[in-house]
């Protein structure tokens, strides 16, 4: 019989090793050297148009799962097998895609306009790319091709929110329901099926969800043609253009702890160009790659302002060079191309090339703004939090040093929930990364606020269990101080947030937006409680963490 990690972890590292070693030798090999892959260098640069993706249109009317009388838009959206051309030079790409196109159709929504959206798994049985049945969730005994489609940022009902065990396999379909109820951001949409997730949204399963709101539309930023979103991503392709997803060398178990694709994508094009005019423009930036954090500059040293960030406009724009974004993180950036007409500018992640703006002639004057004050943004007072939880991020390894399993406060998915908030209370998550990696934590439902990041010595914490502050708290630059829903957390720090549990009582999940992590159990239920009985609450308590690790 063979043994699977799991069980591997189980039963002690040292002991099973050398029965493992040349797997693992076939897993530092990796599949990259045995199999031809596409290399960007070798493809012309700017020959595509940046494809901007289309709006979703509703279908019909259905009445408010709230008002009975009130009816709401109702869209019909088909996740499908695909071919798109993600360059002139590249033959067509077979992928999966939300309503015909990657990244799919984006939805245009207002504040408190809920909406409807029945998600039709229409996909092939089989899937695209290797599922590793070891991963929890993934079992062979489940149908390969299941989806659930999650609204990242959405404040939806916990039926709605996509859940990971709720997915439905091929010719099902489910309809979700999305008050909306929640201040102007770029929210976005993917695939968040159990143990697949990271091969769903490879095989493209994303798409933009726009809220917007009054108080957002009359700060005359710029708008219509001059707002573009930005949807990055990384893919490895073979040579022939096919989605190439990395594999660990061992075909029983497939998973790898990483992917960091060699081809950037925006918009589902590589390279491509936009013809802008010498003006302001205003990008929503998302990042939807797998594991990659991009680094934004532009190519001839020019600033922008950021002006929003995960959960919508900051208090104030902030001037940068260059805007660092992990996985799932948004920036609303304005670049101003007013002095440079007849120059081309690229779009950058630090030397990587990913768009060209060819800055042309205007067609229309420049009447937009860039207000001094975009939003008050009041700072959650940490003293208003009723319980601080200390939870750790950690790293099971092989001997080796190869990463195996990430976990959240060193607990499996099915065990018993231990985050229990009260709902309308605020509390503070004490973030510890035990890990080498940095890792972006994103909490459903809720938005909240980062307070700051503080190094502590590891080997002091491994030894005794004690935080030994190794420095200052250092609290977060201007573009990390608004409404976030995703937080980088630091290899070797502690990072904290301030969170108010708003909206609705619940089973949601939280997890690390680094999908082969999510993917492998880095993600764990919590739930919001409608009472005090089921959480300790009115006293500030810090949670123990050191209980027994049990693997399944
Ligand atoms: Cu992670």
Redesign the pocket.
């Known amino acids: 019989m063979r043994i699977s990690r799991r069980r591997l972890l189980a039963l002690g590292l040292g002991t099973v090793v050398a029965a493992r070693e040349p797997q693992r030798l076939l897993r530092a090999a990796s599949a990259s050297a045995l199999e031809p892959r596409l290399n960007p260098i070798t493809l012309e640069r700017f020959v595509d148009p940046l494809p901007i993706p289309l709006i979703a249109r509703s279908v019909a009317t259905r009445p408010s799962p709230d008002d009975p009388r009130r009816q709401l838009p109702f869209y019909r959206v088909e996740m499908r097998e695909l071919e798109s051309v993600v360059h002139r030079d590249v033959l067509p790409t077979r992928q999966w895609g939300y309503g015909g196109t990657v990244p799919g159709p984006t939805f245009e929504t207002r504040s408190g306009e809920g909406l409807l959206v029945e998600w039709v798994n229409a996909l092939p049985a089989k899937h695209l790319l290797p599922v590793d049945h070891t991963i929890h969730g993934a079992q062979a005994d489940k149908p390969e091709v299941r989806v659930i489609t999650h609204v990242h940022g959405a404040k939806a009902p916990p039926s709605s929110d996509g859940y990971p065990e709720e997915w439905y396999a091929t010719g099902q379909s489910r309809t979700l329901y999305y008050p909306n109820a929640q201040d102007a951001a770029l929210l976005w949409y993917h695939d968040h099926a159990m143990g697949i997730t990271r091969l769903n949204l490879y095989a493209g399963l994303i798409g933009a969800f726009i809220v917007r709101d009054a108080a957002e539309g009359a700060l005359g930023l710029p708008a219509g043609e001059y707002e573009i979103p930005l949807i990055l991503y990384d893919r490895f392709f073979s040579r022939d253009g096919q989605l190439s997803y990395p594999v660990s060398g061992d075909p029983t178990a497939p998973w790898v702890p990483e992917v960091y694709g060699s081809t950037t994508l925006c918009n589902g094009k590589i390279f491509p160009y936009l013809e802008v005019e010498p003006r302001k423009y205003r990008f929503r930036v998302l990042n939807a790659a797998n594991g990659r954090h991009f680094n934004l500059l532009l190519s001839n040293g020019q600033s922008f302002q950021q002006i929003g960030s995960d959960m919508g406009l900051l208090a104030a724009p902030t001037v940068l060079k260059n805007v660092m974004l992990f996985p799932a993180e948004r920036a609303d950036l304005i670049i101003d191309f007013s002095e440079h007409a007849g120059s081309d500018i690229r779009l950058r992640n630090l030397t990587d090339e990913i768009l060209q703006f060819r800055v042309r002639g205007a067609t229309r004057k420049d009447t937009s703004v860039v207000p001094a004050n975009l939003r008050d943004v009041p700072r959650i007072v940490e003293s208003t939090a009723v319980l601080t939880r200390v939870l750790t991020?950690n790293d099971h390894g092989d001997h080796a040093g190869n990463s195996m399993r990430?976990l959240l406060n060193d607990m499996h998915w099915d065990m018993p929930v231990t985050e229990k908030p009260v709902l309308d209370t605020v509390e503070i998550w004490s973030l510890v990364n035990l890990t080498d990696?940095a890792?972006?934590i994103h909490l459903h439902l809720v938005r909240f606020q980062i307070l700051d990041r503080r190094p502590f010595d590891l080997f002091t914490y491994n030894a005794t269990r004690e935080i030994k502050y190794t420095g200052p708290a250092v609290p977060p630059p201007a573009n990390e101080a608004g409404w976030k829903d995703t937080v980088r957390t630091d290899p070797g720090r502690v990072t904290r947030i301030i969170i108010c549990f708003e909206g609705f009582v619940g089973r949601y999940v939280w997890h690390?937006h680094?999908l082969e992590?999510?993917d492998n159990e880095?993600m764990r239920p919590y739930e919001i409680v409608a009472a005090a009985e089921d959480a300790a609450v009115g006293h500030e308590i810090t949670l123990k963490h050191d209980h027994v690790h049990t693997a399944s």
């Open positions: 991020l990430m990696d890792h972006p690390c680094l992590h999510e880095m």
